[in-house]
C-alpha cells in the first residue's frame, strides 16, 4: 500500500515551473549567477554555454527547451588548449545550472530513499 501511495504522488504531484540562472556574456561564474529567471513552457531546461578563447571566457546562462540545449551540446568542441565552446544542461531541480555540474535534489534522493524502503519491507513479506 505505501509503495503505490509513493508511485501515486510521484505522478500527481504539482507541476512546478523550472528556475534558472541567467545571463549573457558574463566573465565569471559569480557575475552571472546574480539574475535567475522562471522557465515558461516549452522551455523546461537550464542550458549553460561557456566560449573560451585564451585567457577570455563568455558564459551564458538560459532557459531552453530540452532538444535545443542537447543539440547544442552535441555540437560543442573544445580543443585541446581548452579553446572552444561547452554546454551543459539540467532540469532535475531549480538553479541546477549553479555551476554547470549536476547534483542530486533533495527531494528525489528522499523519493528515491522512500520506494527502496518501500521495496524493502514488501519484499520481506
Known amino acids: ?3 503505490v501511495l509513493v508511485v501515486l504522488s510521484l505522478f500527481f504531484s504539482p ?21 535567475t529567471q ?5 522551455l523546461d531546461t537550464c542550458m549553460t554555454v561557456v566560449d573560451t578563447l585564451g585567457h577570455m ?21 573544445v580543443d585541446s588548449d581548452g579553446n572552444g565552446n561547452a554546454v551543459s544542461c539540467c532540469n532535475s531541480y531549480n538553479l541546477c545550472n ?17 520506494l527502496v524502503s518501500a521495496g524493502t519491507i514488501l519484499w520481506s513479506y
Open 1 to 3: 500500500m505505501l509503495l
Open 15 to 35: 507541476v512546478l515551473l523550472l528556475s534558472c540562472y541567467v545571463c549573457s556574456s558574463s566573465l565569471t561564474n559569480d557575475e552571472c549567477n546574480s539574475s
Open 38 to 42: 522562471e522557465c515558461q513552457a516549452p
Open 57 to 77: 571566457k563568455a558564459i551564458v546562462k538560459q532557459c531552453a527547451s530540452r532538444a535545443t540545449c542537447n543539440g547544442a551540446a552535441s555540437t560543442a568542441f
Open 98 to 114: 549553479f555551476s554547470g555540474g549536476e547534483v542530486i535534489h533533495a527531494q528525489k534522493l528522499v523519493s528515491l530513499l522512500l
